[in-house]
């Protein structure tokens, strides 16, 4: 069974930049991997998503974060990143990464806080 493990999260003021990153451990016969946040009281919500394997390749964001996250995926160590950058405080909420579309259990996630 694949294993989730999100890191990289932290305070940061806005306009600052992070980092995050998500290594699957496990069988990894995925196709697609995204990066998802929830923040408080509001309901999880895909970020970004990249292609890992199969016909063709393709990168997706959400509105709200193009031109500033960049997702990418280092497919020998079975990792996905997700840079961030001109970050705002509404970014602030837990992210986490699962495949696209939502199949495996989540991981525990990684705070992001960004204060104004």
């Known amino acids: 069974q694949v294993q989730l493990v999100e890191s990289g999260g932290g305070l940061v003021q806005a306009g600052g930049s992070l980092r995050l990153s998500c290594a699957a451990s496990g069988s990894t016969d995925i196709n697609a991997m995204g990066w998802y946040r929830q923040a408080p009281g509001k309901q999880r919500e895909l970020v970004a998503s990249?292609?890992?394997?199969?016909?063709?390749?393709?990168?997706n964001y959400a509105a709200s974060v193009k031109d500033r996250f960049t997702i990418s995926r280092h497919n020998a160590k079975n990792t996905v990143y997700l840079q961030m950058n001109s970050l705002k405080p509404e970014d602030t909420a837990v992210y986490y990464c699962?495949?696209?579309?939502?199949?495996?259990?989540w991981g525990q996630g990684t705070q992001v806080t960004v204060s104004v």
């Open positions: 990249i292609s890992v394997s199969g016909v063709g390749s393709f990168i």
């Open positions: 699962n495949t696209s579309p939502i199949r495996l259990a």
